[in-house]
């Protein structure tokens, strides 16, 4: 029913940045929260980012506060993720998840994410 596609991860050098786009389809208007999530090899699947359906309220994990912001264009049905001063350990896949209920879920494929020293 939500289709999501993730877009603009790729290779960095360390203290650099990128923006991780993520384009919603389908039921669009069933989603109440939207967030990124990040799974580095080996290493569970771990949450980065949320933002509600509104804007108005964010969740950021504590290891990427104060260098990643998370938002969304509603217009566009589009969330981002801007990552600033990015480190060697932000290296992973990063998923775009869309949370219809608390039990209904959509995931994207996924994008790769390099952080090189």
């Known amino acids: 029913q939500v289709q999501l596609v993730e877009s603009g991860g790729g290779l960095v050098q360390a203290g650099g940045s990128l923006r991780l786009s993520c384009a919603a389809s389908?039921?669009?208007?069933?989603?109440?929260?939207m967030g990124w999530y990040r799974q580095a090899p080996g290493k569970q699947r771990e949450l980065v980012a949320t933002?509600?359906?509104?804007?108005?309220?964010?969740d950021y994990a504590d290891s990427v506060k104060g260098r990643f912001t998370i938002s969304r264009d509603n217009a566009k049905n589009t969330v981002y993720l801007q990552m600033n001063s990015l480190k060697p350990e932000d290296t992973a896949v990063y998923y775009c998840?869309?949370?219809?209920?608390?039990?209904?879920?959509?995931w994207g494929r996924g994008t790769q994410v390099t952080v090189s020293s």
């Open positions: 998840k869309a949370s219809i209920t608390l039990v209904t879920h959509y």
């Open positions: 389908g039921s669009i208007f069933s989603i109440n929260v």
């Open positions: 933002i509600t359906s509104s804007g108005g309220s964010t």
